[in-house]
């Protein structure tokens, strides 16, 4: 069977564990991509320019815009965060391209791109979401407050998503398992292989 490349957005609050099953998801599958974002935010310890985000600044963000070489973007905590054009001939050899991306910015996709699949990894619960935030040691009590609100907000349109992975603690390969049945069943629907459908279909 042919394969597709597909868009797939992924999205998932802070705490949900987005970055460990992505990673585990990247570490089991082959002809997976990752779309680069063009953000204007400072990059953190470690993260590497056109690895992470394609670290640009306000003028370049702004100038992109006017140019119309950004698919959808945000402004999120102050800074602009954007998928760039470019990033989607990565489907072109047959990628799958996992592009992730907030709420807003899914919901943008899923509009303009009415093929793509959406789905958001959720923790197991509230509770669970903040002893997280807590664990990671590097957030005050204001910031843990601030991102369990915004993760209120999010999980509020869990229903815009097609699918949605549960992430149990501990248990990130399980749920990049689940994402991979997900591309797999999405590359066999029909209306995903015109090709092989019209070579079998005769007219009698
Ligand atoms: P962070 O600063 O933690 O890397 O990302 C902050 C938020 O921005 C995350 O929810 C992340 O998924 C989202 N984000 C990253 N890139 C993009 C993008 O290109 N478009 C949109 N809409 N959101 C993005």
Redesign the pocket.
Known sequence: MKEKGLLIVV?GC?GAG?GTVLAELFAKADRLSY?V???T?LPRPGEIDGVN?HFVTKETFEDMIAKGEIL???T??G?Y???PKSELKKTESGDSLI????L???T?VKRMVPDAVTIVIVPPSLEVLENRLRSRGTNTEEDIARRMKQAAVELRHITDYEYIVLNETGHADRAADEILAIIRAEQSKTARNPDLVGSLTVNN
């Open positions: 999205s802070s987005k779309s974002s063009a953000t935010r985000y959808e973007y945000t999120y905590a800074n965060y954007g998928t592009l992730e991306i907030e807003e910015g899914a943008n």
